[in-house]
């Protein structure tokens, strides 16, 4: 037998990651205007950015205390409790991960053992499925479609109590990638109530908490801590997606054993890019919001353009992504009308079934300039003008 086929049986059911592996073949294509991808298009904020050069002048280049440099888990306490009315104790219930992905790879890994369930509410970013089977655990996909994309109380409490004993975790991620759906308040409240009466886990990731338009972020933090494995941090909210710096949140007894997953997996995160996140936190809290300001913008222009265009979409309440149906004209494989987008209106674009649930939709990152945007929507709008049962609705018109 070759030794590769030798290996941990559960990597036989995982593949790589679509979203990549798409955003990969589409950026062959000259011109495109790429709207594919889940980062922000800002730069990181001056101060956040001298604080890292600092730190690598100074020769921070040793390791970092394996959870987390303590003036930054006490920052990121400070933020949790000052804008989610979240409190953790910075020396025993604050982890500083290599992401908010190695977060949810040690929570998971920490937590399952072979034969649990996660609930996994869907569309979602597709992250916690292939950890979940690592740890050969079973993930149990409930398809949020039909309820605007979130879970409701009755049909959790149903799935929870039919699977009694069986579920480990239910994993949350609001706002959420790729539909930008949140709770408000009273929503998540219902769904916390719920949550109580089980005996699982909650791994809620928050990490788009700074990016909610119109309402406030409510936190599982704030709303059922015992229970809650909170991640967070500041890939979203501070434009650091390539610092690697993630917050994990969990009640003492929890976060002490996450914790020795997390070190044995990684030691620690960078230290220079933990120095930086500790500017951000510390005299940035509200970066996020100045470019909040600027994808609201965005949102409220792509989403009039791509409904202008033929597109049904609720108008996403957070992140930076519209998840929009795909009109009739152009049929329901999202792959193929996704490969057309790019090829003839050059327009790049996630196809829906990147996501579990998400087949006959389209995810349009607007972590894009203005600029880009409009020349995006005005190409998705000539483009559709040419597809003839467009034509032909038009003319009806
Ligand atoms: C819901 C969600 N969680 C986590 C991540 C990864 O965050 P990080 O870059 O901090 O690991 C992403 C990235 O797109 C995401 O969309």
């Given at each position: 037998?070759?030794?590769a086929?030798n290996m941990k049986q559960e990597l036989a059911g995982i593949k790589p990651s679509?979203?990549?592996?798409?955003?990969?073949?589409?950026?062959?294509?000259?011109?495109?205007?790429?709207?594919?991808?889940?980062?922000?298009?800002?730069?990181?904020?001056?101060?956040?950015?001298?604080?890292?050069?600092?730190?690598?002048?100074?020769?921070?280049?040793?390791?970092?205390?394996?959870?987390?440099?303590?003036?930054?888990?006490?920052?990121?306490?400070?933020?949790?409790?000052?804008?989610?009315?979240?409190?953790?104790?910075?020396?025993?219930?604050?982890?500083?991960t290599v992401?908010?992905t190695g977060g949810i790879y040690s929570a998971l890994t920490a937590i399952l053992n072979p034969g649990d369930e996660v609930?996994i509410?869907?569309?979602i970013f597709p992250l916690y499925i292939p950890i979940t089977s690592l740890n050969g655990a079973t993930p149990v996909l409930?398809?949020?479609?039909?309820?605007?994309?979130?879970?409701?109380?009755?049909?959790?409490?149903?799935?929870?109590?039919?699977?009694?004993?069986?579920?480990k975790a239910?994993v949350?991620?609001?706002?959420?990638?790729?539909?930008?759906?949140?709770?408000?308040?009273?929503?998540?409240?219902?769904?916390?109530?719920?949550?109580?009466?089980?005996?699982?886990f909650?791994i809620?990731?928050?990490?788009?908490?700074?990016?909610?338009?119109?309402?406030?972020?409510?936190?599982?933090?704030?709303?059922?801590?015992?229970?809650?494995?909170?991640?967070?941090?500041?890939?979203?909210?501070?434009?650091?997606?390539?610092?690697?710096?993630?917050?994990?949140?969990?009640?003492?007894?929890?976060?002490?054993?996450i914790?020795?997953v997390h070190?044995f997996t990684v030691?620690?995160?960078?230290?220079?890019?933990?120095?930086?996140?500790?500017?951000?936190?510390?005299?940035?809290?509200?970066?996020?919001?100045?470019?909040?300001?600027?994808?609201?913008?965005?949102?409220?222009?792509?989403?009039?353009?791509?409904?202008?265009?033929?597109?049904?979409?609720?108008?996403?309440?957070?992140?930076?992504?519209?998840?929009?149906?795909?009109?009739?004209?152009?049929?329901?494989?999202?792959?193929?009308?996704?490969?057309?987008?790019?090829?003839?209106?050059?327009?790049?674009?996630?196809?829906?079934?990147?996501?579990p649930?998400?087949?006959?939709?389209?995810?349009?990152?607007?972590?894009?300039?203005?600029?880009?945007?409009?020349?995006?929507?005005?190409?998705?709008?000539?483009?559709?003008?040419?597809?003839?049962?467009?034509?032909?609705?038009?003319?009806?018109?």
């Open positions: 037998m070759a030794l086929d679509e979203i990549l592996a798409f955003n990969e073949e589409i950026s062959q294509i000259p011109d495109v205007i790429k709207l594919t991808l889940g980062e922000p298009d800002f730069n990181t904020p001056e101060h956040v950015k001298s604080a890292a050069i600092k730190s690598i002048e100074e020769n921070h280049s040793h390791y970092a205390p394996s959870s987390g440099i303590p003036a930054l888990r006490k920052a990121a306490a400070d933020f949790l409790a000052n804008k989610y009315n979240a409190h953790y104790d910075p020396s025993s219930e604050i982890i500083v992401g908010a609930i509410p869907v569309p409930m398809d949020t479609t039909a309820d605007n994309f979130l879970l409701t109380p009755e049909k959790l409490d149903a799935e929870l109590t039919k699977r009694d004993g069986k579920v239910v949350m991620n609001f706002p959420t990638n790729p539909t930008g759906a949140t709770y408000t308040r009273e929503e998540l409240t219902a769904v916390a109530d719920v949550l109580r009466q089980h005996d699982v909650v809620s990731d928050e990490i788009y908490s700074e990016l909610v338009f119109d309402q406030e972020h409510v936190s599982l933090g704030e709303l059922l801590p015992e229970q809650t494995i909170l991640l967070n941090g500041v890939s979203k909210s501070h434009a650091m997606t390539g610092y690697r710096v993630g917050i994990l949140a969990a009640p003492k007894a929890i976060a002490q054993k914790a020795m070190q030691t620690s995160a960078t230290t220079s890019s933990q120095e930086a996140a500790l500017e951000a936190f510390q005299n940035g809290p509200d970066d996020g919001l100045v470019m909040k300001a600027e994808y609201e913008k965005r949102r409220d222009f792509v989403v009039a353009g791509l409904r202008e265009a033929g597109f049904e979409l609720e108008t996403p309440r957070g992140t930076f992504y519209a998840f929009a149906k795909i009109p009739a004209a152009l049929g329901t494989d999202s792959f193929a009308v996704c490969r057309q987008l790019a090829k003839e209106a050059k327009v790049a674009v996630i196809p829906g079934a990147s996501f649930a998400g087949e006959g939709h389209i995810r349009l990152s607007f972590a894009a300039s203005m600029t880009d945007l409009e020349e995006a929507i005005s190409r998705i709008k000539a483009f559709m003008a040419t597809q003839p049962q467009t034509v032909e609705m038009m003319e009806a018109n």
